[in-house]
């Protein structure tokens, strides 16, 4: 048997000890992280009346659950599915609706922790997809920036954007703006809306807003969502370029993608498909347009465009969670004005049906609202389950007809 040298004993018996403080002061560290990066807690507060209280409850507690299933402390953002394996970073056309569904919830209760949640959530959204380098300005060198659906590492001058997503995340970034009035918000809106006015008009085609910085094709739905956000931009802060540049869009569409025979707009000057989520943003420009202008037959021209968009898509709509979630919740931004209770009804019969169809075992809202499999989006995405959440949050922000007084703005289009 050996002696130990001197000196070699103590460090033998430190050496253990020292790596499990290393050890635990690592896993502390991760931990602390995780919670750093995690979401705040799922909203909660406001006492509403009636079926307010219930769409309320009913958005708190899918918040809770996307958090829950989709958010990933890893990558500090939300995978877009919940297979292993395609748990990839959720794009933009994922994400909005949960953006969307924050909002309607601080709408309907604004408490300093909605506020909050608005703003983690606003704060990352432009973190994650804001890229300097993409939107080639045309005859330029010059690339004005804007929201792309790429992952941080993949950003550049060749990424591939899309003008509408820029237009659906530019108007939940008005609405963050309105919610908190923190301003980096409506700078981030006027992000968005640059990005479609510069990089988006198809000067050398005709006109019109291209879909993507691919220039696949023109998109109504691009230039519907562009001209309700430049209209509400407009409404709040009066920069008359925001209203030239709306007034551009809306003449363009009229001239170029108006179906005269249903009063509706088209999907692109070759594609006459209809759909109800390029209706309601064009309604929100012409009440916001109304409001700021003063020119009643713009009102008039938007309540003309919503009873068309019924009697085309009324009832049971089926286009899929992620695209009549936009269709209701502008349609609800327009009854906020008017009170016309058909847009109330609409939304509300239709959450309804994904309430009673919609539902998994988990609590999760990964079907069409006929119980069918939601179209265009894998079984387990999390932009169905959100774009249902958001329907219920901005029911929950919606005073019922019964109780809304006639003539009176429960919000107003865009204040």
Same mark, same amino acid.
């Given at each position: 048997?050996?002696n130990?040298p001197?000196?070699?004993?103590?460090?033998?018996?430190?050496?253990?000890?020292?790596?499990?403080?290393?050890?635990?002061?690592?896993?502390?560290?991760?931990?602390?992280?995780?919670?750093?990066?995690?979401?705040?807690?799922?909203?909660?507060?406001?006492?509403?009346?009636?079926?307010q209280? #219930?769409?309320?409850?009913?958005?708190?507690?899918?918040?809770?659950?996307?958090?829950?299933?989709?958010?990933?402390?890893?990558?500090?953002?939300?995978?877009?599915?919940?297979?292993?394996?395609?748990?990839? #970073?959720?794009?933009? &056309?994922?994400?909005?609706?949960?953006f969307?569904?924050?909002?309607?919830?601080?709408?309907?209760?604004?408490?300093?922790?909605?506020?909050r949640?608005?703003?983690w959530?606003?704060?990352?959204?432009?973190?994650?997809? &804001?890229?300097?380098?993409?939107?080639?300005?045309?005859?330029?060198?010059?690339?004005?920036?804007?929201?792309?659906?790429?992952?941080?590492?993949?950003?550049?001058?060749?990424?591939?954007a899309?003008?509408?997503?820029?237009?659906?995340?530019?108007l939940?970034?008005?609405?963050?703006?309105?919610?908190?009035?923190?301003?980096?918000?409506?700078?981030?809106?006027?992000?968005?809306?640059?990005?479609?006015?510069?990089?988006? &008009?198809?000067?050398?085609d005709?006109?019109?807003?291209?879909?993507?910085?691919?220039?696949?094709?023109?998109?109504s739905?691009?230039?519907?969502?562009?001209?309700?956000?430049?209209?509400?931009?407009?409404?709040?802060?009066?920069?008359?370029?925001?209203?030239?540049t709306t007034?551009?869009?809306?003449? &363009?569409?009229?001239?170029?993608?108006?179906d005269? #025979?249903?009063?509706?707009?088209?999907?692109?000057?070759?594609?006459?498909?209809?759909?109800?989520?390029?209706?309601?943003?064009?309604?929100?420009?012409?009440?916001?347009?109304c409001?700021?202008? #003063?020119?009643?037959?713009?009102?008039?021209?938007?309540?003309?465009l919503?009873?068309?968009?019924?009697?085309?898509?009324?009832?049971?709509?089926?286009?899929?969670?992620?695209?009549?979630?936009?269709?209701?919740?502008?349609?609800?931004?327009?009854?906020?004005?008017?009170?016309?209770?058909?847009?109330y009804?609409?939304?509300?019969?239709n959450?309804?049906?994904?309430?009673?169809?919609?539902?998994?075992?988990?609590g999760l809202?990964?079907?069409?609202?006929?119980?069918?499999?939601?179209?265009d989006?894998?079984?387990?995405?999390?932009?169905?389950?959100?774009?249902?959440?958001?329907?219920?949050?901005?029911?929950?922000?919606a005073?019922?007809?019964?109780?809304?007084?006639?003539?009176?703005?429960g919000?107003?289009v865009?204040?």
């Open positions: 048997m050996f130990n001197v000196g070699k004993t103590g460090r033998r018996r430190l050496l253990p000890a020292l790596l499990g403080t290393l050890l635990l002061a690592l896993v502390g560290s991760a931990l602390a992280a995780q919670v750093a990066n995690a979401p705040p807690p799922a909203p909660r507060g406001g006492s509403l009346p009636g079926n209280q #219930k769409y309320l409850q009913l958005a708190e507690q899918g918040v809770q659950n996307i958090n829950r299933y989709w958010f990933n402390s890893r990558t500090d953002w939300y995978n877009d599915r919940l297979a292993k394996g395609q748990d990839g #970073k959720a794009p933009i &056309w994922t994400t909005v609706h949960l969307s569904a924050l909002n309607g919830i601080a709408e309907a209760a604004p408490t300093a922790a909605n506020e949640a608005v703003e959530f606003a704060d990352r959204a432009y973190r994650e997809y &804001w890229d300097p380098q993409v939107g080639h300005i045309p005859h330029t060198r010059k690339h004005i920036g804007g929201f792309d659906p790429s992952t941080r590492e993949n950003k550049g001058p060749r990424a591939h899309f003008f509408d997503d820029n237009g659906w995340l530019g939940a970034f008005l609405e963050a703006f309105r919610i908190t009035r923190v301003k980096r918000y409506l700078t981030y809106a006027d992000d968005a809306f640059q990005f479609i006015a510069q990089a988006g &008009w198809a000067s050398g005709g006109g019109g807003v291209w879909w993507d910085t691919h220039h696949v094709s023109r998109s739905e691009s230039i519907s969502s562009g001209s309700a956000l430049g209209a509400m931009l407009y409404y709040t802060t009066r920069r008359r370029s925001y209203l030239q007034q551009k869009f809306i003449s &363009w569409a009229n001239a170029h993608i108006w005269a #025979k249903n009063g509706l707009y088209m999907r692109d000057v070759t594609s006459p498909i209809l759909m109800g989520y390029v209706q309601s943003p064009f309604m929100v420009a012409y009440v916001s347009l409001q700021t202008t #003063k020119n009643d037959t713009l009102c008039d021209k938007a309540e003309q919503g009873n068309s968009a019924l009697a085309q898509f009324s009832g049971a709509l089926h286009h899929g969670p992620q695209y009549d979630a936009e269709y209701l919740h502008w349609m609800l931004e327009v009854y906020a004005h008017d009170h016309n209770a058909a847009w009804k609409l939304a509300a019969d959450a309804q049906r994904a309430l009673a169809n919609s539902q998994n075992k988990q809202f990964l079907k069409a609202w006929d119980g069918s499999r939601a179209p989006a894998p079984t387990d995405s999390m932009k169905i389950d959100a774009a249902t959440v958001s329907v219920f949050a901005w029911l929950a922000a005073t019922p007809p019964a109780a809304a007084p006639t003539g009176t703005p919000g107003g865009s204040g």
